[in-house]
């Protein structure tokens, strides 16, 4: 079965979604991730939330005034994510790797916590990085914010205390750097 199909599946499946919480329970930007794209986003950027899951960067996006298209592989996080950003965003299925947006499309393209762990073999990470730079405006922001710790937490089945996660980030962040310099 190709990984694509696999990951699919998995995030469409009803158990999936009543782990992962109700739609909208985070919806804030990661201190990261809102220190990154402080003032980068001007008010009205057309903003492309690539493997937006749930809404979380979707809902933070637009309570920045950004108009926002957010899209995921999942038609069942699409489905949890629509109550959770109302009318407020665009809401389109589709796969990363190849963007149904005409080139340019976008002043920004975000995708958080989905390369990693949700994209292989490499070759599919650089599909999605080369469909990312295709719809990106000239001069536009692409943001990838490759956090390992979703991955974790799946793993452990549950969330860990917060210097804990802060101090596993690091570690893992730092193994995913060594090994993709020795085998890229």
């Known amino acids: 079965m190709d990984p694509v199909d696999r990951v699919r599946e998995e995030f469409d499946r009803a158990e999936v979604a009543a782990r992962l919480g109700r739609p909208g329970d985070e919806t804030e930007l990661w201190d990261v991730e809102r220190r990154a794209l402080e003032g980068r986003l001007a008010p009205g950027s057309l903003v492309l ?30 489905d949890r994510a629509r109550p959770a ?40 990470r650089v599909e999605v990085a080369r469909e990312a730079r295709r719809v990106l405006a000239p001069n536009g922001l692409a943001f990838f914010h490759l956090s390992i710790w ?3 937490e799946d793993l452990l089945g549950c969330r860990a205390p917060i210097p804990v996660r802060r101090g596993l980030r690091l570690l893992f962040g730092v193994t995913i750097l ?7």
Do not use: H
Not at 98 to 120: C, H, K
């Open 178 to 184: 060594a090994v993709n310099l020795l085998t890229d």
């Open 85 to 124: 950003v109302g009318g407020g965003a665009r809401l389109v299925r589709f796969d990363a790797r190849r963007l149904p947006f005409r080139p340019g499309a976008f002043d920004a393209v975000v995708l958080t916590n989905m390369l990693l762990q949700y994209v292989w073999p490499r070759a599919a």
């Open 150 to 152: 979703p991955l974790a």
């Open 49 to 78: 939330d690539v493997g937006c899951g749930e809404g979380r960067e979707a809902i933070a996006l637009l309570r920045r005034d950004c108009r926002v298209v957010a899209g995921d592989l999942s038609q069942g996080m699409i």
